[in-house]
């Protein structure tokens, strides 16, 4: 759909992170660690249907005025060079992260995530700031 329906964002950031490859890879591929690293995510538990896919629940905050929970599904696709997130969250709000890693010269390695969120027009105006 198109604007003023769906609001749709992309965000790519790039990281050096001072690892062999395969040390990211392994944090990459592991979604325990994932959701772990995150200080939002209260739980996240696999569907017992489709291991690829979750439903976690996070602790947000409204303007610092109280918290709230959250829960959404989680679909991960693995690949050789990173790993896809699908999430389906409230107010019609879709997000696609992609992470690759990519080495570099020494013990580094270069990840990069790859964000689009899309809302429908009930979450535009929190999704514009």
Known sequence: MIWPLTLRRTVLLKKTIRAPIETV??????????????PFVATATPDPDSPSSYTFTETLSFAGLFAFHATSKCHIDSFEDGVDYTVVAGFGTKLKVSYRAKPLEGEATEVSEDSIVEADESAKDTLKQ
């Open 25 to 38: 890879l392994a944090l990459l591929h592991d979604p325990n660690e994932l959701f772990a690293s995150s």
